[in-house]
Structure formats: structure tokens, C-alpha cells
């Protein structure tokens, strides 16, 4: 009996001193059979992996990091030779799920997690189609250059002028209404650094206390700072 109750007592303690990570990512990857997958994530501009997995046939893969506030990380998979290839996803603490398959790593993910993941996708939807016409006017460009058409040339200049403006309007927008989501300093950062100052500082303006002082909130911060001198 006592021996059962010392059992039962190592058991209670080893459960309690084992550390449940901040952040749990559950991928599968349709077809895999081998290779290795990395969770990657940015720290001084440097991609560093906190976590990796050699794949042997496995269907659902854990990866785990600890996590301060929400962060944008990078699921890397290195298949045997053959390029890396990742998927990009904003992630808080809890669970994470990612599927995809081997044929279209990138293109077939389905994210299920954070919220600020689904914030990312929506703004991502929104620019889809500044991105459609930018393409337009890129083949556009092409065929004045071709048929040396000079006045042509000079409406697609102010064409992508103008567009440009509206991406940045549109970002300076999307961010405000967003302002409690971590993703807001986030697209701030990556998508209108080169913005006017005035419109980075009405987006850091307005952002809720707990995303000021987020990873995010404070580059930002600091951002707009070193501009400013």
C-alpha cells in the first residue's frame, strides 16, 4: 500500500513540475511521409528556430514556444532535397492549428488559432484587390513601353501614385478600427513604414494600452521615435 501511495505521490509531482509551453502549434501536412519541420520566428531581424521536428510518417505534428505577447511566427518545411518552403501565421497563446498538404505547402494552409490571425487575413483579403489592380497596371505599363507610348506611360505613373495613396488610407483605416489587436502596429510596420509620419502616429495613437505595450505596440513606438529624430 505504501508503495502504491509513493507512486501515486511522484506521479502528482512530476505532473506539476512539467511546464505547459505558451504557445502549442498542431500541424498536418497531407502526404508527408519525411522531413523536417521548423517553428521559426523573428528576433533582432534574425529568423531563428525555437523549435524543430524530423518527420517519420507522423499525421499530426507539435511544435511549441514560449510566448510573451502575440508574434508573428513562420512554419518552415525542409522536405528532402528540395526548397524550404514556409506559411506565415500570427499566434497568442494557446493552440494553433494548421493544415496543409506537401503538394501546395504554402497555398493550401488553413490557419485555425488567434485572433489576430483572423485580423491579418482580413486585412490581407482587403489589399487582395489593390494587389489585383497593381498587376493590372503592370501589364498595363508593360504594353505602353512596348508600343512606346509616352502618354500612356505617364497616366499608369499617376495611376500607381494613386493607388499607393489608397493602399495607405486604407491601411491607416483598417488599423484604427482594429486598434485592440495586436496586428494593427504589426501591418503599421510591414505594410506603410515609409507612410507619413502623421498617419503612423494617428495609428499608435489610438491603440488600446495592452497592444502599446506588446512586442508590436513598442516597435512601433520606437519606430515612429527614430523617424521623428
Not at 38 to 53: F, P
Not at 77 to 92: R, V
Not at 160 to 165: A, F, G, H, Q, R
Not at 167 to 183: C, G, H, W
Request: charged share 30%; with cysteine.
Amino acid at each position: 500500500m505504501k508503495k502504491i501511495a509513493g507512486i501515486f505521490l511522484l506521479t502528482i509531482l512530476f505532473s506539476c513540475n512539467k511546464t505547459i509551453p505558451d504557445l502549442t502549434v498542431k500541424v498536418t501536412i497531407k502526404g508527408l511521409k519525411k522531413g523536417t519541420v521548423y517553428l521559426n520566428k523573428v528576433e533582432d531581424s534574425l529568423l531563428v528556430a525555437v523549435d524543430s521536428l524530423v518527420i517519420n510518417g507522423e499525421e499530426i505534428i507539435e511544435l511549441h514556444s514560449n510566448l510573451e505577447s502575440p508574434e508573428m511566427f513562420f512554419l518552415q518545411l525542409n522536405k528532402n532535397n528540395s526548397q524550404d518552403e514556409n506559411i506565415s501565421f500570427f499566434a497568442d497563446k494557446g493552440i494553433t492549428e494548421i493544415n496543409t498538404s506537401l503538394k501546395n505547402f504554402a497555398f493550401d494552409a488553413k490557419i485555425k488559432g488567434s485572433k489576430q490571425q483572423k485580423v491579418l487575413e482580413d486585412y490581407l483579403l482587403l489589399m487582395s484587390r489593390i494587389n489585383d489592380r497593381r498587376l493590372d497596371l503592370i501589364k498595363s505599363e508593360f504594353e505602353a513601353k512596348r508600343d512606346n507610348d509616352s502618354l500612356q506611360i505617364e497616366g499608369i505613373k499617376e495611376a500607381y501614385k494613386s493607388l499607393l495613396k489608397t493602399k495607405y488610407l486604407q491601411t491607416v483605416n483598417f488599423a484604427i478600427l482594429n486598434k485592440d489587436s495586436e496586428a494593427a502596429p504589426y501591418i503599421a510596420l510591414t505594410e506603410i513604414a515609409d507612410a507619413r509620419i502623421k498617419w503612423l502616429d494617428t495609428i499608435n495613437s489610438v491603440l488600446t494600452p495592452e497592444v502599446k505595450s506588446s512586442k508590436y505596440g513598442q516597435e512601433l513606438e520606437l519606430y515612429i521615435s527614430d523617424r521623428k529624430k
